[in-house]
């Protein structure tokens, strides 16, 4: 008899369990659509999650398992531009919308044509979370209004403050002309912001948002960050070259050369500075390195290998392509360089990483992407503990063609290639290390897909 009860039980919460599912996805936000592939591999789609128009920027705090995604909608109103954005809370784990909260993410000051796009290139943080605090940073305006007669942007620049465990907004903190990159130091409890059109670097407090210190560089351009959090440096780089800042109180302490005086003539550049509008940057902790990839003209790049405690540099290469981004792997003691070919009109240009030693420098390995047929525009993120490396690739002359590929970190080998068929913009991709789930955001359909890196 008791024996039949519990089969009876059992029978009664199987059949029961799917409308309970259904009403905890009606409490969340909503359930997304489930991918089921036939054959599970790394990278396996696992869910298609529907967000608002235009996300653009990624952001995860592992510790709580949520992924914020950061969209914006903007519109012509009778001649004037207006718009919002949003920020959406996903559970990571399971991909479900948890939260969405309406944020004036485009400032508007007048007729569409007063305005600049606050949305950054790809291989800026946009956004940033501290999860110690228990908070996320996000540029929300770089100033949107531009001065008439100088032609210069005179802002205002505006970091919104969020809860990672409700999504809840905290506080706006106003920040000059153009925030463009936003970074955290979880162990001194600061957060730094770039302003390139004001020429500032902003240290804020990482619980309330409060501004601590501001550091003017004047006619520096400062745009991406990149940070020691163990020897309390932060290296900025700008279209004047490249800085280096005391993480505790914010002070400048050194304005670091390029490196490009030895170069430059045999090369024929003549620039010396970062021709775009950012050099990228990546810090191994471990190994006590800074890379520094920057561009000396449009087709030849200079990689320098530095010291993260003192800024001196310790190994130079040059490279005949331009930079699309950098990143480490502290565990591995690597890091990875995206790089797109000099152009030539070829169909058969292939995107390309290049693994570099974090102690010496060398390239250990070059390994191709994609085949591109031109530019492209990629993010990257590493996953320490399987050691793999995982890049979003988006050919620019393609829309809506871009591929994520898994490499191997040790042997450079590729392990798989997915093409996703999404458009992606800005620091376009988040991954959560303890759910083992990659996000994408795709910037046309307005959604965020959700895959697979567990196998």
Do not use: W
């Not at 599912?21 to 991918?35: E, I, L, N, V």
């Not at 162990?187 to 619980?207: C, E, I, K, Q």
């Not at 030539?344 to 693994?355: F, G, K, P, R």
């Amino acid at each position: 008899m008791r024996r039949t009860m519990l089969l009876a039980f059992a029978l009664v919460v199987a059949c029961a369990r799917p409308a309970l599912d259904h009403m905890s996805a009606a409490q969340a936000g909503g359930r997304p659509s489930q991918s089921q592939p036939s054959s599970r591999g790394i990278l396996s789609p696992f869910a298609t999650i529907q967000v608002d128009r235009n996300p653009f920027a990624l952001a995860d705090d592992e510790r709580r398992g949520h992924v914020f995604v950061v969209s914006s909608s903007r519109r012509n109103r009778g001649g004037q531009l207006v718009g919002s954005g949003h920020i959406t809370m996903l559970d990571a784990p399971t991909g479900h919308l948890l939260r969405t909260v309406t944020e004036p993410l485009i400032s508007y000051y007048g007729s569409a044509g007063d305005y600049t796009s606050f949305m950054s290139p790809p291989n800026l943080e946009e956004t940033a979370v501290d999860a110690h605090t228990g908070r996320l940073f996000v540029i929300l305006s770089v100033g949107t209004r531009v001065d008439k007669t100088t032609a210069h942007v005179a802002g205002p620049g505006i970091v919104g403050v969020f809860d990672t465990q409700s999504g809840a907004p905290v506080s706006t903190v106003t920040l000059g002309k153009t925030p463009r990159s936003v970074m955290v130091d979880e162990r001194r409890g600061h957060v730094f912001v770039t302003d390139s059109a004001g020429g500032a670097v902003y240290m804020l407090d990482a619980t309330t948002g409060a501004l601590l210190h501001t550091t003017h560089v004047g006619y520096f351009f400062p745009v991406t960050l990149a940070l020691d959090r163990r020897r309390g440096r932060v290296f900025v780089s700008g279209q004047r070259g490249l800085i280096m800042l005391d993480a505790t109180t914010g002070a400048l302490l050194r304005r670091l050369p390029l490196g490009t005086r030895d170069v430059c003539g045999k090369y024929g550049c003549n620039r010396g500075n970062c021709v775009q509008p950012f050099c990228s940057l990546a810090v191994d902790e471990s190994a006590g390195r800074l890379i520094v990839d920057s561009a000396l003209d449009s087709v030849t790049t200079l990689v320098t290998l530095r010291d993260s405690n003192t800024g001196a540099i310790l190994r130079s290469s040059v490279v005949q392509a331009t930079p699309y981004g950098a990143v480490a792997d502290a565990t591995a003691r690597r890091f990875f360089l995206f790089h797109n070919p000099p152009y030539d009109n070829s169909n058969d240009m292939h995107a390309m990483v290049s693994i570099l030693d974090s102690h010496n420098g060398r390239v250990v390995r070059t390994v191709q992407v994609g085949l591109v047929g031109g530019a492209a525009a990629a993010t990257m993120a590493v996953d320490e503990r399987a050691g793999r490396l995982f890049v979003a690739v988006t050919p620019t002359s393609q829309p809506g063609s871009a591929s994520l590929v898994a490499v191997d970190v040790q042997s450079g080998r590729v392990l798989r290639t997915v093409p996703i068929g999404v458009n992606l913009l800005g620091s376009a991709i988040a991954f959560d290390q303890a759910a083992q789930r990659i996000f994408v955001p795709d910037n046309v359909a307005g959604t965020v897909r959700a895959f697979d890196t567990s196998h």
